[in-house]
């Protein structure tokens, strides 16, 4: 049985959650304001259970209501505790008002914020300055207090999102608090997981402030969170009478003079995910080279798009892009690929080639990073990375078929699903090659017979988590390569 989804929203979801729980439920804004800031607290001293002196940073709407429940619950277990308010009280929201009363009832010092804080002796920040209300460049005032929390190095608790990240795009207004854990509620938000939210997030704890169940049906989702073990239920274990041919036929395209590597890389990818065959088709001056050391690899000179036309009709599927660059013979074998009807994994220079002369395709995987997404859109990469959903779902309506954007939380576009969100990989994945092994895995799995949805998210997830794996032993100096074991063995699962 396949495991649930995991549901990601946008802050315009999250508050139609909150206008449920009250409409239907009876459980007001403030109710929620105390159980958050209780789940906040109680996240507080079980991962700092040493810690005996708190700062809070709490902002004047409804997030720094939840600092102030926080800073009295901590007071009244006997730490000390300082308030740092930021920003007009009388600005302050009814709910965070009487949570700021019972705050001053306790006896915690509350300090107005100034240019600069000086946190002192403190153990650990709790970051509650803005939450999900941030959706522009913070005033002075929440600048200075971001800034004095990152330069503390302390640890930090930041409550719903980090400061200064935007919760629908995991972009960053001007400057973010840097977490070591968030504590999100309801369910988690989009902007956690991709993007630089990703990257300033820390540990990421979702707490659902005891919301009834009958509530989350209610709200359809922006995306799902992937999850390996579900994904890779679609891999059946293998028929004893299987045949090479039924494994698949993968004929990568690619391989200027000079770009090798990249073609090779994406083609062990595709042997150690499972594909019964592999061809390569690259310039005729190399292709004797690429499979000296990997005789399982057929290597094919191809020097006009004519010759192509065998290869074709015995392959499967086809990877095009990994170090095809941009010459006539690039174009002319594009051109010859695009002819034929055979499900195809677009990648690397074969994208630039595309975006010179969009067209549509159905049975297509397009793997951009924001670069090149960038270049699919005609528009400039920082707004690629400004809001990546909207790039994703901006790609799939120009050029159809199934889109995959690359980068921090990859998003994999869905057509029957939910558009998907890989949790997995890691920093030490940014080198040359990453990529090209990634489209060898998409292939492989689309050649074995799954859907080409399925084979995106799957092939992510395999991808990604081989990177953590062989991150292990240090991101730094990470190689494509290095991946390579750990795809194999993640793509045999009982």
Known sequence: MASPIIPIYQTAQIREFERLAEERFGISSEVLMQRAGKAAA??????????????????????????????????????????????????????????????????????????????????????????????????????????????????VLSIDLPSGVDADTGNIWGLAVQATITITFIALKFGLLTGKGASLAGTVICHDLGLPSEVFPLVKPVAEKLQYPSLSSHLRPRMRDLYKKQAGHVLLIGGDLGYTGAIRLAAEGALRTGAGLVSIATRPEQAGLLNLTQPELMCHGIAKATELKPLLEKADVIVIGPGLGQSAWAQSLWGAALKTDLPMIVDADALGLLAKHPIKRANWVLTPHSGEAARLLKDPAGNVQADRLKALKAIEKKYSGFCVLKGAGTLISGEVLLPGLCPYGNPGMASGGMGDLLSGVIAALIGQGLDLEIAAKLAVCVHAMAGDEAATAGERGMIASDLLPFIRRLVNVS
């Open 42 to 155: 109680e996240c507080l001293f079980r991962q700092w259970p040493k810690a005996r002196k708190i700062a809070v940073v709490c902002g004047t709407g409804n997030n720094g209501g939840d600092g102030y429940v926080v800073a009295r619950l901590a007071r009244e277990r006997g730490l000390s505790v300082t308030v740092w308010q930021v920003g007009r009280l009388r600005k302050q929201k009814e709910a965070a008002q009487r949570a700021y009363d019972a705050c001053q009832a306790a006896k915690v010092i509350i300090q107005v914020s100034q240019e600069k804080i000086n946190f002192g002796d403190a153990e650990v920040i709790v970051d509650a300055i803005s939450g999900l209300g941030l959706h522009d460049e913070p005033r002075p005032e929440t600048r200075a207090a971001i800034l004095a929390i990152d330069q503390a190095n302390l640890p």
